[in-house]
């Protein structure tokens, strides 16, 4: 899916970090443009502040979106006129999204931006009533992220030039080659109880899913493996209702950090990501106990537990 273009002016003023792990002859500084508070949802997805053309709101951070998304609420609150888009997406459960709308001014942080961007516009429902929307990769892409969720923070750094960005920690770190780029998705591979996955990281949901009818054909289970237990029917995004189902996975790894007992929930492929890239989405149940830095130039994730800092 072709991504529209989100341009932002910055403010002149840069935090700047150092990158303790670079080696001493090379010069390694991270330029950190904003560091934002992120607020917890009750179903615990993310959020920061923003500023929609002057009018100030908060949006769900979401790295499994490729574009900015707004609420149709939120697109009649601010008076603005709907449109069909050239750029359509495609929520999972197969709900398809064709409107888009344009805003002319958009503040995060210290971060300004004034002209014409096109976001595209989703039903009311699938993010919290608080929230206008998904804030995804189109914007996130600018710049370098990272996820301090122990902390509660999300930093925005200049694309980094340093071997190796993690300055939060001198213990060993994962580092996870995004593949598929041109997709737009956070994508990288994984070890889950053993088995090489493709999981795209999701911070837009509270949950992690993957594929019944994958599991099966990777796991090799029987249709009656008495350790797929159903666990309910729901509607997914507002499209159609699917059964889901529970597994006690053991671990899911990336290059040596392991997520112990990862919970993730089995949706039949139909009701889960069409054609899509992955075999896990991987939603807030995992990603909060892990710290990462989203290098999006250089296509690299960094990746620690939540809770590892320096001395």
């Avoid at 770190?173 to 593949?179: D, H, N, Q, R, T």
């Avoid at 993730?264 to 710290?291: K, Y």
Wanted: net charge negative; charged share 20%; glycine share 8%.
């Amino acid at each position: 899916m072709t991504r529209p273009s989100l341009a932002f002016l910055f403010a002149s003023a840069l935090t700047l970090a150092a990158c303790p792990r670079a080696q001493a002859d090379e010069a390694c500084t991270l330029l950190r443009i904003e560091s934002l508070d992120l607020k917890t949802g009750t179903d615990g997805e993310v959020a920061v502040p923003i500023v929609l053309n002057d009018r100030p709101s908060e949006m769900v951070i979401d790295i499994g979106s490729i574009s900015t998304i707004l609420t149709e609420d939120t697109v009649a609150s601010l008076g603005l006129r709907q449109r069909i888009s050239p750029v359509n997406a495609t929520l999972v459960n197969n709900v398809e999204i064709d409107k888009e709308v344009k805003i002319e001014s958009v503040g995060l942080g210290r971060l300004h931006g004034h002209g014409s961007w096109p976001m595209l516009v989703m039903p009311d429902g699938l993010v919290p009533p608080t929230a206008a929307g998904l804030l995804g990769n189109n914007f996130l892409e600018k710049y370098d992220a990272e996820f301090d969720f122990f902390h509660g923070k999300l930093n925005l750094f200049q694309h980094h030039t340093c071997s190796e960005p993690v300055y939060w920690t001198h213990d060993p770190f994962a580092v996870a080659k995004m593949i598929d780029r041109n997709e737009g998705h956070v994508t990288v591979e994984a070890m889950l109880d053993g088995k090489r996955v493709k999981v795209t990281l999701d911070t837009g949901s509270p949950d992690s899913a993957m594929s019944l009818d994958a599991a099966r054909r990777l796991f090799g289970w029987d249709e009656k493996d008495p350790r797929i237990r159903r666990v309910t029917t729901a509607r997914i995004n507002g499209g159609a209702t699917a059964v889901l189902y529970d597994y006690p996975f053991a671990s899911l790894t990336f290059d040596g950090v392991t997520i112990t007992s990862p919970k993730i929930t089995l949706v039949p492929q139909d009701n889960f990501t069409g054609e899509r890239d992955a075999d896990i989405l991987i939603g807030m149940s995992v990603l909060r106990r892990l710290h990462l830095y989203i290098a999006y130039e250089e296509g690299q994730v960094y990746l620690t537990s939540a809770e590892t800092s320096s001395p």
